[in-house]
Each structure stands twice: as structure tokens, then as C-alpha cells.
């Protein structure tokens, strides 16, 4: 069964950049969509990005939109997150997840994924 792998998470100061990689463990084959997921401590899971089979289409949760850029590696197999102006409210565990169908219905909703990764800490101070 394919897994998944992050990389990337880390400490930052206000207004600086990260960029979360994940890449799965087995090539993927047919249509899938592949998404950022983040849990603030206390707080539930919300969807961060979204980026379908050939990286043609992405969506943005509201929270990060305009300060995020989700893309796919050459190998199709990783994806990419981004993330810029980074502020304290982003802090959270950041998790990769992956479903084997298109992105366009509930492309950020926690609930329509069943593979996930183990998540990777992105700690923002003021």
C-alpha cells in the first residue's frame, strides 16, 4: 500500500518561507488527487491545498490563499507546498494526504482522503 512521506517543517520567524515537500513510495497510476491538510493545536484538521493528477488544477483553503503555492515534482509522484508571509496562526502540524479520484469534489475536506502521512511540524514565532 503506498505511503507517504513529508519533509520540509521547521521553525520560522513571522514573514518568512517554508516550503513542505511529500512524496509518495510507489509510482501512482490513473487519477489522483494530492493535498495539504493542517491541525492547529486544539484546533480540527483544515484543508491547506489541493492539486490534481498533472498538477493542472489547485485549490487553496481560504486561510492560506495568496500566501500558498501548491505544485507537482517531475516525477508526478511529489508534491510541493509553498508557503510565504508566514504568521504565528500558521503554526501546525501539516499533513500530506492522497485519494485516488479527482480533486474537484471535496478536494479539501479531510474526511474524503484515506491515505495520509505522518504530518510535519510548522512552528511561526512572532
Known amino acids: 500500500q503506498v505511503a507517504l512521506v513529508e519533509s520540509g517543517g521547521g521553525s520560522v520567524q513571522a514573514g518568512g518561507s517554508l516550503t513542505l515537500s511529500c512524496a509518495t513510495t510507489e509510482s501512482l497510476a490513473g487519477r489522483n488527487c494530492m493535498a495539504w491538510f493542517r491541525q492547529p493545536p486544539g484546533k480540527e484538521r483544515e484543508g491547506v491545498a489541493a492539486?490534481?493528477?498533472?498538477?493542472?488544477?489547485?485549490y487553496y483553503g481560504d486561510p492560506v490563499k495568496g500566501r500558498s503555492s501548491i505544485s507537482r515534482g517531475s516525477s508526478n509522484n511529489t508534491i510541493h507546498l509553498q508557503l510565504s508571509r508566514l504568521k504565528p496562526e500558521d503554526t501546525a502540524t501539516y499533513f500530506c494526504a492522497l485519494r485516488l479520484n479527482s480533486c474537484v469534489y471535496d478536494g479539501l475536506r479531510p474526511t474524503s482522503y484515506a491515505t495520509w502521512g505522518q504530518g510535519t511540524q510548522v512552528t511561526v514565532s512572532a
Open positions: 492539486i490534481s493528477t498533472r498538477g493542472i488544477s489547485k
